[in-house]
T-cell receptor, first 115, second 115 residues
Framework: AQKVTQAQTEISVVEKEDVTLDCVYETRDTTYYLFWYKQPPSGELVFLIRRNSFDEQNEISGRYSWNFQKSTSSFNFTITASQVVDSAVYFCALSEARGSEKLVFGKGMKLTVNP | EAGVAQSPRYKIIEKRQSVAFWCNPISGHATLYWYQQILGQGPKLLIQFQNNGVVDDSQLPKDRFSAERLKGVDSTLKIQPAKLEDSAVYLC?????????????FGPGTRLTVL
């Protein structure tokens, strides 16, 4: 069965601090995709990144970086030099090849960046 | 390009009443999803359509929930009769095809409160 665990429920940091959001997943499939979505207070889910199970390269996009490690079934997300606009709920999600393309989400992690 | 549209944005009803939500996906997107997001949790898939056919409705409580996607474009999700535990945000998403790993674009959601 597929499962996504985000152990942290809430983090509060001060602006310019670095913060890492953890994501651990479970799947029996060898082909799958992992995602991160951001949900600001407005409620709309915003896509951040997608990574397939065959690509373990880390990725950096501006202040955002992602570390994918199949050995530990983790797909962690780091925000460098956080800003107030980063305040949101962040979700990690998994999509398996064997099922439909549905996303299985973790419970989310609320990040508050204080000025 | 217009995003996924949903209406209404907010709805308050009493238990045992009926309610319907509407979704208009991004033009040309063949796949449409309805997710339920209970407060403090990640979204959970209720039903997935590919054009006007159902791909996955395994988590839809069919005794009270129904959904349709006539002509493969707009979709409606209905709850009849509503229960207190149906209070949640109902998110509609669409993607260009049912291919694994395709980005899903989310609408702003409909927040339902059942009293």
């Amino acid at each position: 069965a597929q499962k996504v665990t985000q152990a942290q429920t809430e983090i509060s940091v001060v602006e310019k601090e670095d913060v890492t959001l953890d994501c651990v997943y479970e799947t029996r499939d060898t082909t799958y995709y992992l995602f991160w979505y951001k949900q600001p207070p407005s409620g709309e889910l915003v896509f951040l990144i997608r990574r397939n199970s065959f690509d373990e390269q880390n990725e950096i996009s501006g202040r955002y970086s992602w570390n994918f490690q199949k050995s530990t079934s983790s797909f962690n997300f780091t925000i460098t030099a956080s800003q107030v606009v980063d305040s949101a709920v962040y979700f990690c999600a998994l999509s398996e090849a064997r099922g439909s393309e549905k996303l299985v989400f973790g419970k989310g992690m609320k990040l508050t960046v204080n000025p | 390009e217009a995003g996924v549209a949903q209406s209404p944005r907010y709805k308050i009803i009493e238990k045992r009443q009926s309610v319907a939500f509407w979704c208009n996906p991004i033009s040309g997107h063949a796949t449409l999803y309805w997710y339920q997001q209970i407060l403090g949790q990640g979204p959970k898939l209720l039903i997935q359509f590919q054009n006007n056919g159902v791909v996955d409705d395994s988590q839809l409580p069919k005794d009270r929930f129904s959904a349709e996607r006539l002509k493969g474009v707009d979709s409606t999700l209905k709850i009849q009769p509503a229960k207190l535990e149906d209070s949640a945000v109902y998110l509609c998403a669409s993607s260009s095809s049912g291919t694994l790993g395709n980005e899903q674009f989310f609408g702003p959601g409909t927040r339902l409160t059942v009293l």
